[in-house]
Every structure is written in structure tokens, then in C-alpha cells.
């Protein structure tokens, strides 16, 4: 399979269109929020506010969307939570996002007391959780997970469903927590590269500084605000070049596939075994 080759079945496995818009972009993925809401008969969405673009982007998008819906005669509702871990290093960031968004309702729970409680309950069970690095990167994946069961507990109180920030950069480097923030009911940002996630962020109208803020997954105590590119070993400017069908450095391209690879299992349902009965030798 040459590399052009390879890079398309990519792209049409992260539903990456060629073309882009902005101003028709979000039009089309607000009424996309309204219409599934209506059309699944639940009441709300709900979406953790971490600071960074993505929730920026998603959280304006499901507001302006239960708006249309509540204009409409409907009844709908955004949620919007913040989790954060004790005490956040980027909490007015992540409060300026909140004043932007304007949503209906926000719920703020400390994650800090039930991610501490699991990790105790795994030394007192005699779980060998590694040395301090990996000990924290396991608890960094629990609070992407105990992020997701505080969102799922609001949307079973609210009859609402949870909405996901994943995009096409973050999916195609596998750089999400399995059950934790890969888990979602809808993905309004699916199939976008960062950049283009950046501009839906500027059409909508939101401050610069957040738009074009480092991201980060900030879930690793002892790497507070490690940015994502640092973990990838290529920056976003090549990842999402690589997404919109533009030639990348061959090294580069070589680390993207291989992430891409290694990551399947996180994009797809739990393996099963087949329906057919296998035949002996």
C-alpha cells in the first residue's frame, strides 16, 4: 500500500471532509446537536469544561443548538460541568470559557476525594501501581474516568445525553482515555482537525487566547500542563496538515501511523468472537 494510499483510507476512516467552511461548518454541526437531541426524545446535554478550545467549541456549539430547539417550542437544556482535580492552574481560563459559552446551568464537582479513594483502595488491595511516574499515569486515566461518570450521573438525572470533545487530530493519535473522555453519547466535533476546530472557535466569535491556547490533557500531577504535542512527538501543524491531504515529512508521517495503528482499539467496540465456528486444522 503506497503512503498516499494509506493516508486516504485514514481519512476516510476519520470521516476528514475536504472541504471546509467555517460559517456553514457550524450551522451545520449546531443543527446536527438540535436535531438528534429532539429526534432521541432527551432533554438536555451535558459537557465538561476543562478551559481549552475544544470544550470552548463544543460547549458554544450545544448552547446555540438547545437555544434553537427551546425556540422552537422545544424543551432542551446544556449543562455544563467543571471537574476539576483540586485546584485547576488554568481555572480562570477555564471560567472565561464558561462566561463565553452562557449555559443554561453549570455543576461544579471536585474529582480529587474519589480518584484518591480508588487509588488508596488499590494499595490497600495489594495492586502494584509501578514507580511514581507510572503510578501517576494510571491515576491520570482514572480521573479522565471519574470526569466521565460525574458527566453520565448529571445526564441520567437531567435526561440528557453527554457530549464528547474527540476530533479527528486527537482520534487519529489515539490521545484520549478509553472510558474516560473517548467515552460520549455524540462527538460534535468529529471528523475536524485542531486548526479548523481553532477556526470554528473564531467564527463563533470566542476570545483569541482561548482559541489558540497550548493544549493540554493536564491529567498528570507530577506534569502539570504538559502540552499534548510534547506526548506526540510531532506538533499539530503537521498532524492536521496529515489530516486536510497536504505531504508531511516522512519521519513525521511514519510516527502518525504508527499512533493511528497502535491506537485501534480505542476506536473500535469491544472484540468479539465471531459467529461462525472455527474449523480445526
Do not use: W
Not at 70 to 97: I, S
Not at 185 to 205: E, H, Q, T
Not at 243 to 254: H, K, M, S, T, V
Request: charged letters at 25%; proline letters at 5%; hydrophobic letters at 40%.
Amino acid at each position: 500500500m503506497t503512503t498516499q494510499m494509506r493516508q486516504q483510507d485514514i481519512l476516510q476512516e476519520l470521516q476528514v471532509q475536504q472541504d471546509f467552511e467555517a460559517e456553514g461548518e457550524l450551522e451545520r454541526r449546531i443543527d446536527f446537536l438540535a436535531r438528534y437531541l429532539r429526534d432521541s426524545g432527551r432533554l438536555a446535554y451535558v459537557l465538561g469544561i476543562s478551559g481549552g478550545v475544544d470544550s470552548l467549541v463544543a460547549g458554544a456549539l450545544a448552547q446555540r443548538a438547545v437555544t434553537r430547539l427551546r425556540a422552537q417550542g422545544g424543551q432542551a437544556t446544556f449543562v455544563a460541568m467543571r471537574l476539576p482535580y483540586g485546584t485547576q492552574r488554568d481555572e480562570a481560563e477555564a471560567q472565561r470559557c464558561i462566561d463565553f459559552i452562557a449555559p443554561d446551568k453549570v455543576h461544579t464537582l471536585d474529582i480529587r476525594a474519589a480518584v484518591e479513594a480508588i487509588r488508596q483502595a488499590l494499595r490497600t488491595a495489594g495492586v502494584d501501581l509501578g514507580d511514581a511516574a507510572a503510578e501517576d499515569f494510571l491515576a491520570g486515566n482514572v480521573k479522565a474516568r471519574m470526569r466521565m461518570v460525574a458527566q453520565y450521573a448529571v445526564a441520567g438525572a437531567t435526561g440528557g445525553l453527554v457530549i464528547g470533545t474527540d476530533h479527528a487530530a486527537e482520534a487519529l493519535m489515539g490521545f484520549f482515555t478509553k472510558h474516560g473522555d473517548g467515552a460520549a453519547d455524540i462527538l460534535p466535533l468529529a471528523g475536524l482537525s485542531k486548526r479548523r476546530v481553532r477556526s470554528l472557535g473564531f467564527a463563533l466569535g470566542a476570545p483569541a487566547d482561548l482559541v489558540n491556547k497550548v493544549p493540554t490533557a493536564d491529567l498528570e500531577t507530577l506534569a502539570p500542563q504538559r502540552p499534548d504535542e510534547q506526548s506526540f512527538g510531532v506538533d499539530y501543524q503537521t498532524i492536521d496538515d496529515f489530516l486536510e491531504g497536504r505531504p508531511i515529512d516522512p519521519a513525521a508521517e511514519r510516527i502518525i501511523v504508527r499512533n493511528y495503528t497502535a491506537s485501534a482499539h480505542k476506536r473500535s467496540p469491544p472484540a468479539r468472537p465471531s459467529g461462525q465456528k472455527e474449523s480445526n486444522p
